[in-house]
């Protein structure tokens, strides 16, 4: 009876020594990444003063170069563009200059120059697959004699898309 | 075994699904006020400051006639403004204390908006042309004064003042 006692305890330590000593089990990670777009410009205000038009025949915007900062996140290769279109032509009460009298040039890998439309977006940039851009465009205004005088103004909307 | 096609038809149309949601098109705007300032402002430009008539035999040359002048006027106002360029002569013809009339210094003209004739005034001033808006505007204009026996001997001279006005 004494020397059964340590036996089987020795039998059951054992046994319990034998048992598996790791498991796996599995864990799904999701990352959901969706398409997103920011945009930001680096004013919100464009000023071109009076000039003579014999001295000055296009008029740079006062405030110099706008900076251009979008971000997007697309399929990839998908298309990722930008564009300006104004709300209306430079309106100063009755009267009116053509909103395409504003154009822009531009620098920075993507951006393009262009004319500025009252009724078409024009397009500013354009890439493809998500990232971050920066560029810049400097404003002009065709100054001309005939205008009437006034203040005008109007407003230039940018969207960007990213499909 | 048809229930296991159905759940792999499910699972298929969820991967889809998610899919089309990530990528769907985001759009991102802003805005930029723009503001131009027109202001009035003329400009007046004649292509002679001087005109000589060397002295001629009545008899030959009746009539002293210049070279055409040209006229430049560029004139920025508000819609419907008047543009308006007059002359006012300084006085008459003068060669010390002798005078010639300087109403019959006279002139034609060429160009869009432009009198045609007129006789220059040293009171009044007389109007060489006018237009309404802004604007280029460009024309010609030719001075004459008659050589008459009558004149003592001299040599004449006047100013001739011309003035743009865009309100």
Redesign the interface.
């Known amino acids: 009876m004494r020397l059964t006692v340590p036996v089987l305890l020795l039998i059951v330590l054992v046994a319990a020594g034998s048992a598996p000593a790791a498991q796996t089990s599995n864990a799904t990670l999701n990352a ?10 680096s ?8 000039a ?3 001295t000055s025949p296009s ?1 740079q915007a006062a405030q110099g170069p ?1 900076t251009v900062t979008a971000k ?4 990839p290769n ?1 298309t990722v563009t930008l564009t300006v279109r ?1 709300t209306d032509e ?1 309106r ?1 009460g ?2 009116t ?1 053509p909103a395409s009298n ?1 154009t822009w040039v531009a620098s920075g890998a993507g951006f393009t120059n262009g004319t500025l439309s009252a009724t078409t977006a024009q397009p500013i940039a354009t890439w493809s697959g998500s990232g971050e851009r920066t560029g810049a465009h400097t ?1 002009f ?1 065709r100054n001309l ?19 | 075994m048809k229930k296991a096609v159905w759940s792999g038809v499910i699972a298929a149309a969820v991967v889809l699904l998610g899919s089309s949601s990530a990528f769907a098109q985001q759009t991102a705007g802003a805005s930029i006020a723009v503001t131009a300032h027109v202001d009035a402002k003329a400009k007046l430009s004649l292509s002679l400051a001087t005109i000589d008539w060397p002295d001629a035999d009545p008899d030959v040359v009746t009539v002293f006639t210049s070279a055409p002048v040209t006229v430049d006027v560029k004139a920025r106002t508000s819609a419907g403004g008047n543009v308006t360029v007059t002359v006012l002569a300084s006085g008459d013809l003068t060669s010390g204390t002798d005078t010639i009339p300087v109403n019959t210094l006279t002139w034609t003209a060429g160009g869009s908006g432009f009198a045609a004739n007129g006789a220059n005034d040293k009171t009044t001033a007389q109007t060489l042309g006018t237009w309404t808006n802004s604007g280029n505007h460009s024309g010609s204009q030719t001075l004459s004064l008659p050589n008459l026996w009558s004149y003592r001997t001299g040599v004449y001279t006047v100013t001739l003042n011309y003035t743009l006005t865009a309100p």
């Open positions: 959901s990444i969706n398409s997103a777009a920011r945009l930001s410009l004013s919100a205000a464009l000023t071109f003063p009076d003579d038009p014999d008029i706008i997007a996140r697309t399929s998908g104004a430079l100063s009755l009267n200059i504003i404003f205004f004699w005939s205008y009437a005088t006034g203040t005008y103004t109007l407003t230039m909307v940018y969207t960007l898309s990213a499909a």
